[in-house]
Structures are given as C-alpha cells and as structure tokens.
C-alpha cells in the first residue's frame, strides 16, 4: 500500500480513536486514554472529567481538581509540572495552571480553539502549550499570552527544550525549532492585530509523515517515531538526520516515545513489534523484531539499563538490547497509557474498573493500587 494512503487512514483512524474511546471497564466515561506525569514522588494524572495527584509511596490521594468533576471539562493530556505548579490542558480549549500543593486553581488560558492532547513543557518560566488548532502558545507562569507559532497542522506531541531552543514535532509532517524567547521587535501581527506571531522558524525539518508521539532528546540528538513507522535520529545542532529506521511495508504506525539505554533505542509499533537498534547508527540489534502479540501503543521507560514495555493486552515486560525478555505482570487490563517510573516502582495506568492506577516493583510485583472512590 502506498505510504501516504495509508498515513491518511492511520490519521482517521486515530481520530476514530479519540471520538469512540480507547480504555475498557472505564471507571469513568473516556474519550482517550489518561495521561500521566511523575514528579519527586508524586503522580499527577489527568483522566476525565478530573486531575489527580497521587503519592507515589502508598497511592494515597493527595489532592484532585475539580473537587467535584463536570462533563463540561474532559482531561487526558499528562500534566506538567514545576516547582509551584501543574499546567493540564482539557477537550475543551482550555488550559489550566493549578497549584501545586493543593490543586486549587489559580489561572485559565482560554484563547485556543482546539482540543489540548498533547502535554505542555514548563522551561524556566515559560509555559509552551501546543494545541490541535496548529499554534503553539507561549504563556508567562501567571497565563499571560507571550508568543504563538502556527504549524500547518495539529500539534499532538510535547515540546522538547535545550539551553537555546525549543522543539516541536507536529503531524504536519515537521520539525520546528524555536527560540525559547522572543522581544517584541521579533514578533508580527496576529489575526487579532496583536504583535504575537512568531511568523518563521528558526530551522525546520520535513519528517515526511505526520508525527503524534513524544520526541525524547539526548546529547544534542531527538530521537521519535512517525505514523508511517519510520524513527528518526536528528543532529540538532547540524540540522540534519543523523540516521532513520524503518522496515518497509512491515513497520505499523508508532505511538510511543522511543526508550533509550546507553547503547540501544528502542520503539514498539501498533502492531506489537518492538525493534532496538544501535543508537549511533541505526542499525538493527536483532535479526527480527520481539512479536509481543497486542499492540504497543504505551510509551515505555528505562530501568536499569533496560527497557519496559506495556502491551495493549495487559502484559508489562523488559528486554535488554541482547533480546531477553522477562514478563513482569500481566494485568487483566488494556493499557495505552505511557508507564512511569519513580522511587524505585514502575506506575501503570490500567483505568480499569479494578484500577485507576497501579504500582509495582521492578520484579512485578504489586506495591499499591488507586481507584477513586465513586
């Protein structure tokens, strides 16, 4: 099949995916599946018509916004965090900062006009939200409009950060990259009249094909994956791709971030196959992907040098870059959610009737489990 025929109908496949829902046995009614981020022991997830933030030690609940959840707000995109705050996008145009210590909301940005699905990046300050309506808005910590760039398409994937730059993949097919600040000399005339278009890029690179996963960025190189099942290495400081991975008509779309080890790269693709190649060059490490037999939608993480995977069929497991895998657990869920990993517990998000949330250990056994209480 014709690789651009059938990014066309990945695309719609994937907005098939956010209007029916992905999670089964929801604890609460779901239009995608929730989104999680782990900060210095705490776990903050946004699912629903609600935000939590968990304990990492014990699962407990710390806090959740709104006290009471309304249809009117629908959250999935993982919240990011800072010192003092959790920025958390909803389905329903609007950003939130919430405080960090309580959840008490302390602003809204409602300008956009489209869904947030992809998470924000909090840099020294500056809140860089991407939006399915093609822009990215830059925002002061207290909600203040700074900047905004248009893509050419939605924005389903976080930024990344260095010391000089910002960048963003779009399903647009490219790789922006940004100034991290911009004076107002440096702006143009948005729609409103407003001096806050950021009207050209620094760089850009055409991916050719469209992008909804997270990039992950390492020693000046950003690695990610594209719907049409190829992984790119980018030389960010060269401009240019230092090596690319695909497996012709073999490769399905991928969705989660690419796992790095200290020599490997791994990445699963929607059909269950995970891959690991050398991460200076490309190559493959095995003669032939690990068949996990359900789909591998869920970013996964490294521990211990080694990468952990979920699968859609409940399955979590690691393997090494030598092919070895161990099963961990197997849960009586679907999982689509990225895996977390933080003192010393690999967290899950289930969303099933018997768990929200779910922890534990490195040899899979269970440490703690959330599940709201109705």
């Keep these: 099949m014709n690789k651009k025929i059938f990014s066309l109908i990945i695309l719609t496949l994937i907005s098939a995916v956010l209007i029916s829902g992905c999670t089964t046995n929801s604890a609460a009614s779901a239009s995608s599946w929730p989104g999680m981020m782990l900060d210095n022991q705490t776990g903050y997830l946004a699912y629903g018509t609600q935000v ?197 008509d073999e490769m399905a779309s991928i969705w989660g971030t690419p796992v790095l080890t200290s020599d490997a790269v791994f990445f699963g693709d929607e059909n269950g196959n995970l891959y690991a190649v050398d991460k200076k060059d490309g190559s493959a490490l095995w003669p032939s992907p690990f068949e996990t037999g359900a789909s591998l939608i869920s970013s996964g993480i490294t521990v211990d040098d080694k990468a952990v995977f979920a699968a859609s069929d409940g399955k979590i497991f690691s393997i090494d870059s030598s092919k070895e895998p161990k099963t961990l657990t197997t849960l009586d869920a679907v999982i689509y959610s990225p895996l977390g990993f933080e003192d010393g517990k690999i967290v899950v998000v289930p969303a099933s009737s018997e768990a929200l949330v779910k922890a534990i250990d490195t040899n899979g056994n269970e440490v703690w489990t959330y599940l709201p209480t109705k």
């Design 52 to 248: 939590y933030a968990l304990d990492v030690k014990n699962g407990s609940l710390l806090w959740k916004y709104p006290a009471e959840g309304s249809s009117k707000s629908q959250f999935y995109a993982a919240p990011e965090v800072s010192d003092s705050l959790v920025i958390v996008g909803d389905y329903t145009n609007t950003l939130y900062a919430l405080d960090k210590e309580n959840g008490f909301e302390k602003w809204q940005f409602t300008d956009a006009e489209d869904r947030y699905i992809a998470s924000s990046l909090l840099n020294n300050g500056i809140v860089y939200a991407p939006n399915t309506d093609s822009y990215l808005y830059a925002l002061d910590d207290n909600g203040n409009l700074l900047w905004r760039f248009k893509a050419n398409g939605p924005n389903w994937s976080k930024p990344l950060a260095d010391e000089n730059h910002l960048y963003l993949t779009s399903m647009d097919h490219f790789l922006y990259v940004l100034n991290l600040n911009y004076s107002e000399a440096e702006l143009a005339a948005d729609k409103d009249g407003g001096k806050t278009l950021v009207s050209e890029p620094v760089w850009s690179l055409d991916l050719g094909t469209a992008v909804v996963s997270n990039p992950v960025l390492e020693d000046g190189i950003l690695y990610v994956g594209t719907v049409d099942g190829i992984v790119y290495a980018v030389d960010l400081e060269k401009q240019s791709v230092v090596w690319k991975y695909t497996v012709e």
